[in-house]
């Protein structure tokens, strides 16, 4: 098996964040890829997460 792409790293941390990763795509990205690309995409995701909830509260309520 090749090495995953940026759109095959997108999908899986995507699919992990929501809880619905198969297995298939697990093992995949656990003998192929790279931990340390998956980590901080799943940081970076969860950063932008938290963001624009914030952004969203904050338009939806006036302080």
Do not use: C
């Amino acid at each position: 098996m090749s090495k995953p792409g940026p759109l095959s790293i997108l999908l899986s941390v995507l699919a992990a964040l929501f809880g619905v990763q198969t297995e298939q795509n697990r093992q995949r990205d656990f003998t192929n890829g790279n931990p340390a690309v998956y980590i901080t995409v799943g940081i970076i995701f969860i950063i932008l997460f938290v963001v624009s909830l914030l952004l969203i509260v904050n338009w939806v309520l006036p302080a």
